[in-house]
């Protein structure tokens, strides 16, 4: 690859290690290379290798076009699936597993965040592997984003380090003024201005002021229960 392309992949390397709110050496240890060689490629000092980049697609479920070619998204769609039924898929402790809230993330209004992750509203603990140490699952229902994300699925979310920098085409939690929704975060016309988007091609498309979000979650794994086993 060229000086560009590998600029631009050491930049998503970045954006990466932003977003999960790691360092260098826990970055390192995610996805299982010496530190020190770490900061070797993010450095150019060393060039990136097929080995290096198959490990952060491996290891940390990132889509390999985003990584290289900056198109697709981050994680892509491809949702977590857990056939389990409820009671075992919330297993683990509060050291070893992703808190699981018992409220649902698009339910009424809501002042934010704190609304969805008190402590009296934790349920469980999932340990899955590939699971952000910030995310936090909470539940969904209704259909607008089926059949991504179905009625009573859970979804695993975690804060943006830089809430006014959108990554577009991403799902994100979107708070408004009345009610909380989860949708595509699209690109509008008017740079003021956000498209939110459904799966469900039943639902229109919400044009949204900035300025009137409130805050937002990104979306990083959907976990379909199967309760029929």
């Known amino acids: 690859m060229d000086s560009q392309q590998n600029a631009e992949i050491i930049a998503r390397i970045k954006y990466l290690m932003k977003e999960m709110g790691v360092r260098q050496v826990q970055f390192a240890d995610r996805i299982g290379v010496d530190t020190s060689n770490l900061s070797k490629y993010l450095n150019a000092h060393m060039p990136l290798s097929d080995s290096f980049l198959n490990r952060i697609v491996v290891n940390l479920g990132v889509s390999k076009e985003w990584l290289l070619e900056g198109t697709d998204l981050p994680f892509g769609k491809t949702p977590v699936r857990v056939d389990a039924g ?14 699981v809230y018992d409220v649902d ?32 699952i909470v539940r969904v229902s209704g259909d607008s984003m089926a059949p991504v994300i179905m009625d009573g699925d859970f979804i695993a979310v975690r804060e943006v380090s830089n809430p006014s920098q959108i990554y577009w085409g991403q799902i994100y939690v979107v708070q408004l003024d009345d009610f909380r929704v989860v949708k ?16 469900n ?15 937002m979650l990104l979306v990083q794994h959907v976990l379909h229960l199967n309760t029929r086993l």
């Open 86 to 99: 409820e009671g075992q898929m919330m297993a683990g402790t509060p050291s070893e597993g992703t808190p």
């Open 201 to 215: 091609t039943n639902y229109d498309d919400m044009d949204v002021r900035r300025t009137d979000i409130h805050e």
């Open 105 to 136: 993330a698009t339910a009424g209004a809501s002042s934010g965040r704190s609304d969805l992750f008190a402590n009296e509203n934790i349920v469980g603990w999932v340990n899955l592997p590939n699971m952000s140490p910030n995310c936090r």
């Open 184 to 199: 595509y975060v699209r690109r509008h016309t008017d740079p003021n201005m956000v498209v939110l988007r459904s799966e």
